[in-house]
Each structure stands twice: as structure tokens, then as C-alpha cells.
């Protein structure tokens, strides 16, 4: 288990931009899988996106699909999510994840181990 530490949550407008950042010790994004999940007030943990970072397709929930990008740093310490167009519905608190979760789970909750402690996001129309 890893400690991660989210950064770049904010208040923005609807159609603004933002990038998120999680950062971790060593090269924890240079193996297994990162991903972002959300919470919004009253609701369920939700998956947003997710990559292998050996290679393979890299996983978008529908709602984000076009508008969200996430990579990492070269170094490997770090993730993003780069967040474009974004949406009030799209207000929640975002979390990032790093594991080793098998293909199945990539979008899960259960298929990561390390955790940040969420930044908030907040989109005004």
C-alpha cells in the first residue's frame, strides 16, 4: 500500500479547465494500473479513468469520454487528470487509486489497494 496525495481541485465554471495531480513516492505509476473515482454528495464511488501503464487500452466512464485525460509523469511519481469542458454534474470529489487490479476490475473500486484522501471539485453553471 502507497501513499497518494491529490492536488488541483478547485471552483470553476461550466466549459473551464482542470488538471488534477496525485502524487506517490518512488515510481509507484511505473507499474500496475492508476485510476480516478469520484463521489458526489449522497451518492456511490464512481469510476472515471484507468490505465495500465505496461500498455493496453486506457478506460473512460461514458459521462467523461472525450472530455477527461489521464496520464502520468515521466518520472513516474506521479498521475493526472486533465479535465476539459467540464460540467456541474461533474462536481464531486475526485480520488485517484494505484493497484494491480486484473482487466475486470480496472473500473472497480475493489481492484485498487492505495487511495488518496480526495480533492473537491465544484463546477458552477
Known amino acids: 500500500q502507497v501513499d497518494l496525495v491529490e492536488s488541483g481541485g478547485g471552483l470553476v465554471q461550466a466549459g473551464e479547465s482542470l488538471r488534477l495531480s496525485c502524487t506517490a513516492s518512488?515510481?509507484?505509476?511505473?507499474?500496475?494500473?492508476g485510476a480516478w473515482f469520484r463521489q458526489a454528495p449522497g451518492k456511490e464511488r464512481e469510476f472515471v479513468a484507468a490505465?495500465?501503464?505496461?500498455?493496453?487500452?486506457?478506460y473512460y466512464a461514458n459521462s467523461v469520454k472525450g472530455r477527461f485525460s489521464i496520464s502520468r509523469a515521466t518520472a513516474m511519481n506521479a498521475m493526472y487528470l486533465e479535465m476539459n469542458n467540464l460540467k456541474p454534474e461533474d462536481t464531486a470529489v475526485y480520488y485517484c487509486?494505484?493497484?494491480?487490479?486484473?482487466?475486470?476490475?480496472?473500473?472497480?473500486?475493489?481492484?485498487?489497494?492505495?487511495w488518496g484522501q480526495g480533492t473537491q471539485v465544484t463546477v458552477s453553471s
Open positions: 487509486a494505484a493497484g494491480r487490479p486484473i482487466i475486470s476490475s480496472m473500473a472497480t473500486v475493489g481492484g485498487y489497494r492505495s
Open positions: 518512488g515510481n509507484t505509476f511505473g507499474t500496475g494500473a
Open positions: 490505465r495500465r501503464w505496461s500498455g493496453g487500452p486506457t
